[in-house]
């Protein structure tokens, strides 16, 4: 189970540089593009906040899926920039952006149109490094790295 939490994935230098730099970034620019903003709004959005149309989802109130999607853009994306618990940190993440790109903003466009409005485009855009953290671990300089301690090599090691 340590493994699974854990497990920082590659440690190479260069590698753990580029997934460094994409945590951090996308995990800063998720938190306070878009967390911070949803806690300042919280008393005046939570009533009219859309919850997903999923099984077992659909179940709960407005409150509640305001309460999990800021769990998601801060909670989660502190974690990312933390590098620790990466890969579950980022699935939740992935799962949050694809509900608000095809839940949420299901009737809207796929792209963005000009002059701006709502598409599923920036979603999705904000899904893709979550997927990329969840095939690759946290890297080399994350905190999963200081946590889980390999015994033995991998058979594709670095």
């Not at 790109?101 to 979550?130: R, W």
Request: hydrophobic residues 50%; proline residues 7%.
């Amino acid at each position: 189970m340590k493994r699974f939490f854990f497990d920082c994935g590659t440690r190479d230098s260069i590698a753990s540089g580029g997934l460094l730099v994409l945590r951090v970034g996308f995990g800063l620019m998720m938190l306070i593009g878009h967390g911070w903003g949803k806690i300042a709004k919280f008393e005046q959005a939570k009533d009219t906040w859309p919850k997903p149309d999923l099984p077992l989802l659909s179940m709960m109130s407005p409150p509640v899926s305001m309460m999990l999607t800021i769990f998601a853009e801060v909670g989660c994306a502190g974690l990312l920039v933390l590098g620790l618990m990466t890969r579950p940190a980022a699935f939740i993440l992935a799962f949050t952006m694809l509900v608000a790109a095809f839940q949420v903003n299901e009737n809207a466009e796929f792209f963005m149109p000009i002059p701006p409005d709502f598409s599923k485009e920036p979603a999705l855009l904000y899904a893709i490094p979550c997927l990329a953290l969840i095939i690759s671990g946290g890297g080399r300089w994350s905190a999963d790295a200081l946590i889980y301690k390999e015994k033995k090599r991998r058979f594709f090691a670095d």
